[in-house]
């Protein structure tokens, strides 16, 4: 269960060890915050751990241009055949077709 920041308020005399003491305690987020204006967050290691574990995988850790190039140079001639002008027509004429949530 998410437990909700808990909203620390400090002037430029705030004691950053009473927070980070609060923060190992009960392992609840603070919000930390100066003249009304959020300034950081504070979060347990553990927190840190389980959020910085959901973000995206990079797409590209993988990518290998030589491969990219040789695989399209394997789809050389793949349309030979096709009637270019027909393909091109029915192209434009389904771009101009509705779609759900994708207008004209």
């Given at each position: 269960?998410?437990?909700?920041?808990?909203?620390?308020?400090?002037?430029?005399?705030?004691?950053?060890?009473?927070?980070?003491?609060?923060?190992?305690?009960?392992?609840?987020?603070?919000?930390?915050?100066?003249?009304?204006?959020?300034?950081?967050?504070?979060?347990?290691?553990?927190?840190?751990?389980?959020?910085?574990?959901?973000?995206?995988?990079?797409?590209?850790?993988?990518?290998?241009?030589?491969?990219?190039?040789?695989?399209?140079?394997?789809?050389?001639?793949?349309?030979s055949?096709?009637?270019?002008?027909?393909?091109?027509?029915?192209?434009?004429e389904?771009?101009?077709?509705?779609?759900?949530?994708?207008?004209?």
């Open positions: 269960m998410r437990k909700a920041p808990k909203r620390v308020h400090i002037s430029s005399s705030g004691d950053i060890a009473t927070i980070l003491d609060g923060v190992q305690a009960d392992k609840t987020p603070r919000v930390v915050e100066r003249d009304g204006v959020d300034i950081a967050v504070v979060l347990s290691p553990e927190d840190y751990e389980r959020l910085s574990a959901m973000t995206e995988p990079d797409i590209w850790a993988s990518y290998d241009p030589e491969q990219a190039v040789a695989a399209l140079r394997r789809t050389k001639g793949a349309l055949g096709v009637n270019r002008e027909r393909l091109l027509t029915d192209i434009h389904q771009r101009g077709q509705n779609s759900s949530g994708r207008p004209a």
